[in-house]
């Protein structure tokens, strides 16, 4: 059984820093990807980055480019999203996701595409 376990959610102020991490096990496949995701109240679950297992693709989205980091330990078999520079805006839950991603598929940003999914872990910035 798959199963996701994202933490290090929590409140900051803006500015600030959170690193969350996502503990993945129970899977065998080959290039898989693990994406982060986030969902505001009343808006569409967007994808924030994705890191792809084999070939170390990474994918952010515009809007977090710069400022948050996506990086693994495949020992570990854990994600880590480090977010700098937060805003108000980057409050959110935010879930991270697995699922096979070959290489030359660049849909990472597709919540619809990914099966197996963490129960969430709320970020909020403070203005």
């Known amino acids: 059984e798959v199963q996701l376990v994202e933490s290090g959610g929590g409140l900051v102020q803006a500015g600030g820093s959170l690193r969350l991490s996502c503990a993945a096990s129970?899977?065998?496949?080959?290039?898989?990807?693990i994406g982060w995701f986030r969902q505001a109240p009343g808006k569409e679950r967007e994808g924030v980055s994705c890191i792809r297992s084999g070939d170390g693709r990474i994918f952010y989205a515009d809007s977090v480019k710069g400022r948050f980091t996506i990086s693994s330990d495949n020992a570990k078999n854990t994600v880590y999203l480090q977010m700098n520079s937060l805003k108000p805006e980057d409050t959110a839950v935010y879930y991270c996701?697995?699922?096979?991603?070959?290489?030359?598929?660049?849909?990472?940003?597709?919540?619809?595409?990914?099966?197996?999914w963490g129960q969430g872990t709320q970020v909020t910035v403070s203005s």
């Open positions: 996701a697995l699922d096979w991603l070959p290489r030359g598929d660049s849909s990472w940003y597709l919540s619809r595409r990914y099966e197996y």
């Open positions: 129970g899977f065998t496949f080959d290039d898989y990807a």
